[in-house]
């Protein structure tokens, strides 16, 4: 699995062979700006499922719910759940929780939309857990993990995110369950799959590297080559080449010449600008 956020990234997801395609709410930092995930609206997500819809045809779609648009109760859930099935073109839904969510789990799978759940860190609750820290390192705590994991199957979920934990406690959870995959993020190499962001498997994220993060490609470097050569070639005006420019039929260029200056357009528009260029 693999997020994108638009139709370029979507393509890719499709060319390439992934097998789903997220629509993350890691879209709220890496394209918008934000400061996190919380921020992000439902307006904001369905214009960018729409996008990635468009390109990502043979994954399985799915979308993270934005924060709060969950949080009141299952009928809430199930409003904003169609919202983006029907207009952001999406196949499942995925949410962060545990036990807290199990109503809304059934709810959502009882009115036929498949949902992926998410145990372990909950970058929507980052707050309450003062940062995006571990889960699971401890005894009690990996304990909470795997009831969350197992509330979440036993209400319908048909996969779910692990982020965070100690591998074991990922390998532990994904032989524990009966039928719902795992795909995990931090999680070791025990789970069923594994999922990362588009911006750090390219490397053209920033912010901070979180340790299971492996940059595949350096298109940051890429763009920056790009970007400088760019600015150089047009400045130095080797770019556009005579080969990157087109050309009047032969004779036209001297009737449009003639055909100014019997116009008078010659005249008009006061001295020939000087371009910045050519002043020593």
Known sequence: MLTAYDFPTGRACENHGVDITLVGDSLAQVCLGYESTTQLTLDEMIHHCRAVARGSKSPLLVADMPFGTYHSGPEEAVRNA???????????????????????????????????????????????LSGYKVQGKDARSAELVLRNALALEEAGVFAMVIEAVPRVVGTYITQRLRYASTIGIGAGSGTDGQVLVWDDVMGTWGGHKAKFVRRFGDVKKEVEVGVKRYMKEVRDRTFPAENESYEMPAGEHEKFLSLVEETGVAGQGGQQKVSSYMVS
């Open 82 to 128: 169609v919202r983006l099935i029907r207009e952001g073109r999406i196949e499942a839904v995925k949410i962060e929780g545990g036990v807290e969510i199990v109503d809304t789990v059934k709810k959502l799978t009882s009115m036929g939309i498949p949902v992926m759940g998410h145990v372990g860190l909950l970058p929507q609750r980052h707050s309450m």
